[in-house]
């Protein structure tokens, strides 16, 4: 890919006639997906923890653009058992998703466990997003140029899995246990495009970042000096959501992507920039990791993802 210094959001091809759903739609990073999706005619299922929010988000759309076409729903990806309900009322009115954008987090929060008894950010950040894509794939199989943008960060470079004690009991460490989640998005966001492709899927899995950006999950979850560096000390040099957005917008809807490639800021240390291939981390890319994260994955969540039999 050549550096897209001038790729901007009017560069969105048109969407009309294609339908979104971006987690986490309702703040920060989703919104301002949610917001270029929208204003490039796509239909966006705003997938969200808190219904009201994302409708006040929506409303907010609608005041600068009448005409966008959204739809709010309620999604926990902390708690399986919502994944589930949204997956079945999707399938009970639709039967085709272009894109799905799994983009929702949380980041250093206090330890808590998530309704099923995971790590709150392995289940919301990984475990939800897994079950997700799985339980939906055969709508994207249906979809025109079907993607799975999957959300990680420069953090994946210094995670990695905590098989020994994954909800922290014996020891946990607020940014160890996020690096932890973003380094499982990375490794499943790669073996899933591994797995699709040996299917002969027509669907395509694409990791993006968005560098250093300025959004609530710097504020809503941290705590002491995370907090104090992501939220306040570093906020004035992190882009704006729209910035941040741009790698994420640009894996979606870009005509010629390839599956499993990772897209992110093409400035120092991927900070900041406009939308660029980024590398991703050996130790994402080891096949024995990816395997083992999957079946993990499958157990924990109880989703079997139904590939199709290989041409």
Known sequence: MTRQQHWTTERIPDQTGRVFVVTGANSGLGLATTRALARRGARVILAVRDEEKGRRAAAEITGEQPDADLEVRRLDLADLDSVRAFADRFHADRSRLDVLVNNAGVMAPPRSLSAQGHELQFATNHLGHFALTGLLLDTLSAGRDPRVVTVSSPNHRQGRLFLDDLSGERAYSPMGFYNQSKFANAVFGRELHLRLTGAGSPVLSLLAHPGYTSTNLQTSAPVGPVRLLYGHLLRPLAQTPARGALPQLYAATHPDVRGGEFIGPDGMAELRGRPDRVRLSPAAAD?????????????????????????
């Open 287 to 311: 096949a024995d990791t990816g395997h083992r994260l999957w079946e993990l994955s499958e157990r924990l969540t109880g989703v079997r993802f139904a590939f199709p039999a290989p041409a």
